[in-house]
């Protein structure tokens, strides 16, 4: 018995290693826990009474199930009128790459007609709305204003509202839903990788956000959606919860998926992320950051067609072990992107035209080139977050993180 203390001393050093130095490493929480949650899809106690007799459109994709079924295969066995899918980016099956335009289809299982909500066409039209009664949302969202599912949602309830039809919106958990934080996205620069006025992390499930688009005013001409939001049972914003099925080609774990906001400001950058890697939104680097203690090399897969530096040895950080990642951590890693920045030989080719667009404004950049460091910067988005916060709390369907 005199071995054990050694033993888990050890364990500890292991555990507290990571290819990072010291002062990258964030304090983890500890008020996260885990939940047993009903989806909103789940309750079909709740919603099914809504639908019979209708014809039914659903925005699906690969994470709209009933347990293992897909909703749409449940609706249709349970002998509901489906008459359209419409599908957001990365496809009704979740395949595609970010950015790929993805053409109308039909369903191969069911028959029924597939309208792609991507590439030319983000908007439902009269067109597509034409003999639909109620329109059923249900894709699992990750609570990052960049992740396009949200502006998937708010041109389906602004085409909703325009032609009268009612929309209804099935709940899922955020996986990032236990803090908010970054900077704030300003009015001109809104696009479909941010629309709103909200942070990076905006802390609500896809229902709550939902509730803020429609009761801000925020659809066009500040119309409003026949909404109604089928909830979650069980959640609330301080749950662990990790995603039964990837949301996307290239957050395939959980941990990309809390990475993923911190990491995905570098695709605005010269700076790669691992996509046509095992582990996207785990790792970084570039063929030049020769002070990284990880190497990578991209190559052309399912999801990641031609990655940047296809082929090419990329030196880096694999940050998978960071506290970053973890449940409980609060806020966006920037330490990152800043030594990324100042240790890349070329720091005028750094940014590129996008990343203006994924931070919300040129200010995160300007502070970056200026050398700000990055209390400076986040102290610079207190005033906004104070502001957000109050109305966000105007739509929380669940209790919320401390």
């Not at 888990?8 to 990571?18: D, E, H, R």
């Not at 020769?290 to 991209?298: A, E, L, V």
Request: neutral net charge; charged residues 20%; proline residues 7%.
């Amino acid at each position: 018995m005199r071995t054990l203390p050694l033993i888990v001393c050890i364990f500890l050093i292991f555990q507290g290693c990571s290819s990072q130095p010291v002062s990258n490493r964030v304090p983890v929480r500890q008020d996260v826990h885990a939940c047993v949650i009903i989806t909103g899809a789940e309750r079909t106690d709740i919603y099914f009474p809504w639908l019979s007799g209708k014809r039914i459109a659903i925005v699906a994709n690969q994470t709209s199930l009933i347990g293992h079924t897909p909703l749409v295969d449940s609706l249709v066995h349970a002998r509901f009128r489906v008459v359209k899918i419409f599908s957001p980016e990365h496809g009704f099956r979740g395949t595609e790459d970010a950015g790929q335009e993805i053409g109308n289809m039909t369903d191969k299982v069911t028959g029924i007609p597939i309208i792609s909500l991507y590439g030319d066409h983000f908007k439902p039209s009269e067109g597509d709305l034409k003999g639909v009664d109620v329109v059923l949302f249900d894709i699992q969202d990750v609570g990052v204003r960049f992740f396009t599912y949200i502006s998937t949602l708010t041109y389906v309830m602004e085409a909703c509202a325009e032609n009268h039809v009612p929309v209804i919106v099935l709940d899922r958990p955020d996986p990032n839903g236990d803090y908010a934080d970054g900077p704030m996205l300003r009015k001109e620069y809104a696009s479909f990788v941010g629309l709103h006025p909200v942070p990076i992390v905006y802390g609500m499930t896809i229902g709550e956000y939902a509730e803020m688009v429609n009761g801000e005013g925020w659809l066009k001409n500040g119309m409003k959606a026949d909404l109604t939001v089928v909830p979650l049972k069980g959640y609330d914003h301080s749950c662990r919860y990790d995603l039964p099925v990837k949301p996307s080609p290239n957050l395939p774990t959980a941990n990309a998926v809390r990475l993923y906001p911190s990491l995905a400001l570098f695709e605005g950058t010269v700076v790669s992320v691992g996509r046509g890697t095992a582990h996207p939104f785990e790792v970084y680097g570039h063929p030049k950051y020769m002070t990284g203690s990880y190497t990578f090399t991209p190559h052309s897969m399912p999801g990641a067609k031609h990655p940047p530096y296809e082929g090419v040895a990329c030196y880096g950080f694999n940050v998978s072990g960071s506290s970053a990642g973890e449940p409980g951590n609060k806020r966006i890693e920037l330490v990152w992107l800043i030594n990324a920045y100042r240790f890349l030989p070329d720091s005028a080719t750094f940014f590129n035209a996008y990343f203006d667009k994924l931070a919300g404004s040129d200010e995160l950049r300007k502070d970056i080139i200026a050398g700000k460091s990055e209390e400076a910067i986040r102290e610079s988005w207190k005033g906004d977050m104070e502001g957000f916060r109050k109305i966000r709390k105007k739509y929380l369907l669940y209790p919320d993180f401390k």
